[in-house]
Nanobody, 122 residues
Framework: QVQLVESGGGLVQPGGSLRLSCAAS????????MAWYRQAPGKQRELVAD????????NYADSVKGRFTISRDNAKNTVYLQMNSLKPEDTAVYYC???????????????WGQGTQVNVSS
């Protein structure tokens, strides 16, 4: 089994910063793409950012480009999301997702964290 545990959410004022972390644990041979999604009340879950296995390629939603930075530490099986210049519209539950190969002979499966709440409000 693979578990993803997010941390770092909370309440922040507009213009502030937060750093989210998501650590994967369990039976892991390797992890391919890691990503952050978010879901605001009444809206569909949307991709915020993703990062390739090496960390050399990243992709961002237009709404967060220039403000958010995704990174990963493969030695720790952890992905991060540095969020700067936060806006009220960034308020949502943030979920991490990892494409994991549990063992050498397994296929790759998508695993999700439980989510962490981010509230941007004055």
């Amino acid at each position: 089994q693979v578990q993803l545990v997010e941390s770092g959410g909370g309440l922040v004022q507009p213009g502030g910063s937060l750093r989210l972390s998501c650590a994967a644990s369990g039976t892991i041979f390797n992890i391919n793409i890691m990503a952050w999604y978010r879901q605001a009340p009444g809206k569909q879950r949307e991709l915020v950012a993703d990062i390739s296995s090496s960390g050399g390629s990243t992709n961002y939603a237009d709404s967060v480009k220039g403000r958010f930075t995704i990174s990963r530490d493969n030695a720790k099986n952890t992905v991060y999301l540095q969020m700067n210049s936060l806006k009220p519209e960034d308020t949502a539950v943030y979920y991490c997702k990892a494409d994991v190969r549990p063992r050498l002979w397994d296929g790759t499966y998508a695993y999700w964290g439980q989510g962490t709440q981010v509230n941007v409000s004055s």
